[in-house]
């Protein structure tokens, strides 16, 4: 059945909470970077690419996360008074710019859902994950971890929990549901763009 004749207008809401694991710190406000989205089981939701852009400044990639939906196009403009070379090895998303200097903007169509992880050649240190989701249904949460998903469809479908220094969580949801959802992310990994001492 299509999207447009399931009935929509379900919620799911909760909080996120994030825990250090090993020698890892947490930044306050840094559950803001996790993701949530829904996908749906039967039908096709309508995505709705747009355009977005990832600047480069002060070397360093700002926003150092993004979420797009599938199809949607990246623009990267160099802000740098140096040259900068914006490339992917993510599988099935490679792309790689060549040099390019200040006031200069390349761009990429990113055509397949995935996390995708944009490094500079030039600047090691530089990365950024850009998340392309093939649902509509995605938020990112307050920096109490709050967050809330609205106007989803009825039925079965699969909610997922994830953050770029940890490992998605996912779990199956029958729509319409109540209640509030409650999850606890390890973070296991160092912080992207972050020189490590």
């Known amino acids: ?10 919620r799911i809401s909760g909080t996120v909470e994030l825990r250090a694991k ?9 559950v803001r970077d996790t993701v949530v989205y829904f996908r749906p089981n039967s039908g096709s939701p309508r995505l709705q690419p747009g355009r977005h852009t990832v600047y480069t400044r002060n070397k360093a990639f700002d926003p150092p996360l993004l979420v797009v939906q599938k199809g949607s196009t990246v623009a990267f403009p160099n802000g740098d008074p140096i040259l900068h070379n914006v490339y992917s090895n993510t599988p099935g998303q490679e792309f790689d710019f060549g040099f390019y200097g200040e006031g200069e903007s390349k761009e990429y169509v990113f055509d ?17 994950n850009i998340m392309v989701l093939d649902t509509p249904y995605y938020t990112r949460p307050d920096a109490s971890g709050r967050f809330e998903l609205n106007n989803l469809p009825s039925g079965l479908g699969e909610l997922v929990i ?3 220094r940890g490992s998605a969580e996912t779990q199956a949801v029958a729509l ?3 209640g509030e959802l409650r999850q606890v992310l390890d973070i296991n990994r160092p912080r992207l763009g972050v020189a490590r001492r």
């Open 176 to 178: 319409p549901t109540s």
């Open 1 to 10: 059945m299509p999207a447009e004749q399931v009935s929509a207008g379900h």
């Open 112 to 128: 397949r859902a995935g996390l995708v992880l944009v490094s500079c050649n030039v600047h090691h240190v530089m990365a950024a």
């Open 162 to 164: 994830w953050h770029p």
């Open 22 to 30: 090993g020698r890892q710190k947490l930044s306050p406000g840094e």
